[in-house]
C-alpha cells in the first residue's frame, strides 16, 4: 500500500531535550516536505527537499533540522524544542515534475507537546 | 509571495443543504494549481478536490464542486447534500508547479441532523 508513515504518532517531551520525528514514504518520490499545523494558522511549511541530499527552507525553519541521506526518508529534528514548537506536524511527499500536477501524499501527523 | 485567506474560520448546515465555503488568494502566476483539503477529527489530510488554473471548468467531484473565478483570484468549495460525514475542518490550498504549496487557515465545518 503506498503511504507515508510518521513515527512517533504522539509526543511529549520537555523543553531542551532533542527528538527526532521520522517520515518514509515508498512510493520513490523525489519531493518531501515538513509543515506545522496550528490554530488559525493553517498549514505552514517547514523543510523540503527534492532529492537526496538536498533540502531548504520553508516558511518557519527556525528550529528545526532535516536531512535526507536516503530518498524515502526525512526526519524532522528538534535538537532543543521550545514549548513554542508544540504543535501538530504533518510530512507530505510527491513526484517532483517539472510541468504539471504532483499530488502531496500526507502522512498522518505527528501531535507534540513541549512542556 | 502566494497567500490564501479563508474568511469563514467555523460554518454549520443542516443535513441534507447546500454550503459554501469561501476562499481567495493572491498570486502573480499564470499556471497554478488549487485544493481544498478535508481534515476530520482523525486529523489525515485527504485531497477533495483540485482545480488548475488554466482549466476554465468548474472541477466536480460527486457531491463537492468549486466555483472557479481566476480573475478575481477565488476558489470556492460548494458542498450539497451535506452529510454528517462532512464534518471537518476544510483547508483551501495553492500551488505552484514546484511543488511549493500555501495553505489558508482553515474553516470548520459542522453539519447538523
Known amino acids: 500500500e503506498a503511504q507515508v508513515t510518521q513515527n512517533p504518532r504522539y509526543l511529549i517531551t520537555v523543553t531542551g531535550k532533542k527528538l527526532t520525528v521520522t517520515c518514509s514514504q515508498n512510493m520513490n518520490h523525489e519531493y518531501m516536505s515538513w509543515y506545522r499545523q496550528d490554530p488559525g494558522l493553517g498549514l505552514r511549511q517547514i523543510y523540503y527537499?527534492?532529492?537526496?541530499?538536498?533540502?531548504d527552507k520553508g516558511d518557519v525553519p527556525e528550529g528545526y533540522k532535516v536531512s535526507r541521506k536516503e530518498k524515502r526518508n526525512f526526519p524532522l529534528i528538534l535538537e532543543s524544542p521550545s514549548p513554542n514548537q508544540t504543535s501538530l506536524y504533518f510530512c507530505?511527499?510527491?513526484?517532483?515534475?517539472?510541468?504539471?500536477?504532483?499530488?502531496?501524499?500526507f502522512g498522518p501527523g505527528t501531535r507534540l507537546t513541549v512542556l | 509571495a502566494q497567500t490564501v485567506t479563508q474568511s469563514q474560520p467555523e460554518m454549520s448546515v443542516q443535513e441534507a443543504e447546500t454550503v459554501t465555503l469561501s476562499c481567495t488568494y493572491d498570486?502573480?502566476?499564470?499556471?497554478?494549481?488549487l485544493f481544498w483539503y478535508k481534515q476530520p477529527p482523525s486529523r489525515q489530510m485527504i485531497l477533495v478536490i483540485r482545480q488548475e488554473a488554466y482549466k476554465q471548468q468548474n472541477a466536480t467531484e460527486n457531491r463537492f464542486s468549486v466555483n472557479f473565478q481566476k480573475a478575481a483570484k477565488s476558489f470556492s468549495l460548494k458542498i450539497s447534500d451535506s452529510q454528517l460525514g462532512d464534518t471537518a475542518m476544510y483547508f483551501c490550498?495553492?500551488?505552484?508547479?514546484?511543488?511549493?504549496?500555501?495553505f489558508g487557515a482553515g474553516t470548520r465545518l459542522t453539519v447538523k441532523p
Open positions: 490550498a495553492f500551488m505552484k508547479g514546484n511543488n511549493d504549496m500555501r
Open positions: 507530505a511527499s510527491s513526484f517532483l515534475g517539472l510541468a504539471g500536477y504532483n499530488e502531496q501524499f
Open positions: 527537499s527534492m532529492n537526496v541530499e538536498v533540502t
Open positions: 498570486t502573480s502566476e499564470n499556471n497554478y494549481y
